[in-house]
């Protein structure tokens, strides 16, 4: 019962997309910031440097500390994705494509911004 390669790549793809959508992206910020509170710290500069700590305790807490953590979130991505491939393929095999094809994009863009110095 093995997974064929090219849909583990295109799997792992799109986990790779959704998790940086969820942890990082400023689309999806409406969806972090209940589980997280902002610190200000000023900085060495003059400016003020806003951290984002995760909530204590509870679900927020619980729910804060996995939004903070890539890895965390990219096993439940992972495990999500999977599962819903498995049981709903007609529904989620085009938005693992989709994924699939925004997480070659953006790895494409992050390399040309790179080797440009226009990072």
């Not at 096993?75 to 938005?95: D, E």
């Amino acid at each position: 019962m093995g997974i064929p390669f090219v849909e583990l790549f295109c799997l792992g793809l799109a986990v790779f997309r959704l998790t940086h959508l969820i942890v990082f992206d400023k689309i999806t910020e409406f969806i972090r910031s209940p589980f997280f509170d902002e610190v200000t710290e000023p900085s060495e500069n003059g400016e003020e440097d806003i951290y984002l700590i995760p909530k204590k305790g509870g679900i927020k807490g619980f729910l804060g500390e996995l939004l903070s953590c890539y890895w965390c979130t990219g096993m439940w991505v992972a495990i999500s994705l999977y599962g819903l491939n498995n049981y709903f393929p007609s529904i989620f095999a085009p938005i693992t494509t989709i994924l699939a094809v925004a997480g070659i994009a953006s790895i494409l863009e992050a390399a040309v911004q790179s080797w440009s110095g226009t990072d």
